[in-house]
């Protein structure tokens, strides 16, 4: 079974940063695809970001463009999500997702998801 583990969530008002973490087994992580989705209540779950095998190239909704930077470092098999001037509409569960299966980075078709790290921007 494949875990993703998330960390970094947290409270920050309306403005502020953090930074989230996801660490990955070797299956999940090399050579694949990494991303972030998140989902707030009673919305659909969107994706954030990815970034290819290699880091190469990266992704961002529309959203999240100029405050949002996705990483990645190969020798702690982690992804990283920066994230800078956060908004209330940036709250949310955030999930860590790996391995594209088909499509488009945002089109939810992840192999593997992780269990979330909540994110609460207060204004």
């Known amino acids: 079974q494949v875990h993703l583990v998330e960390s970094g969530g947290g409270s920050v008002q309306n403005g502020g940063s953090l930074r989230l973490s996801c660490v990955a087994p070797?299956?999940?992580?090399?050579?694949?695809?990494m991303g972030w989705y998140r989902q707030a209540p009673g919305k659909e779950r969107e994706g954030v970001a990815a970034?290819?095998?290699?880091?190469?190239?990266?992704y961002y909704a529309d959203s999240v463009k100029g405050r949002f930077t996705i990483s990645r470092d190969d020798n702690k098999n982690s992804v990283f999500l920066t994230m800078n001037s956060l908004t209330p509409e940036d709250s949310g569960m955030y999930f860590c997702v790996a391995y594209l299966l088909s499509g488009r980075w945002d089109n939810g078709h992840f192999k593997y998801w992780g269990q979330g790290t909540q994110v609460t921007v207060s204004s």
């Open positions: 070797i299956s999940a992580y090399s050579a694949n695809t």
């Open positions: 970034i290819s095998p290699y880091g190469d190239n990266s």
